[in-house]
């Protein structure tokens, strides 16, 4: 999380080698917590042994493309995420990105 307690300007959550969610509230955007935050998220993902980070994107969702894009994220494919819902299962067609952020053999 960054912020002061209360007033949450973002979070990150990973889940094993997914950037699971990633959330900057509108009043941070473009202050630099969204890089802050993917920055230690990748960090925790390689720490945790992974070399390869991936996350899902909603199609369509250009602002976060475009940014995971400049932090060196390439979209890899389109899949359909299957999403549990109070009232049942909701399919979401999504972009995977992924990034290398583990050490690389022979570096």
């Known amino acids: 999380m960054a912020g002061p307690?209360?007033?949450a300007a973002g979070l990150s959550i990973v889940k094993g080698d997914e950037l699971n969610q990633?959330?900057?509230a509108a009043a941070a955007r473009g202050s630099g917590v969204g890089t802050i935050?993917?920055?230690?998220a990748e960090q925790r993902i390689a720490a945790a042994g992974y070399r390869i980070a991936w996350l899902a994107c909603a199609i369509g969702n250009d602002r976060a493309a475009r940014f995971y894009?400049?932090?060196g994220w390439q979209r890899?494919?389109?899949?359909?995420?299957r999403l549990e819902t109070?009232?049942?299962e909701?399919?979401?067609d999504v972009w995977r990105y992924e990034k290398s952020v583990g050490i690389q053999?022979?570096?």
């Open 5 to 7: 307690p209360g007033e």
């Open 69 to 71: 894009e400049k932090r």
């Open 86 to 88: 109070p009232d049942g």
């Open 76 to 81: 890899t494919v389109t899949f359909t995420s």
């Open 90 to 92: 909701f399919l979401l």
């Open 37 to 40: 935050l993917i920055d230690d």
């Open 22 to 24: 990633l959330f900057v």
């Open 105 to 107: 053999p022979g570096r």
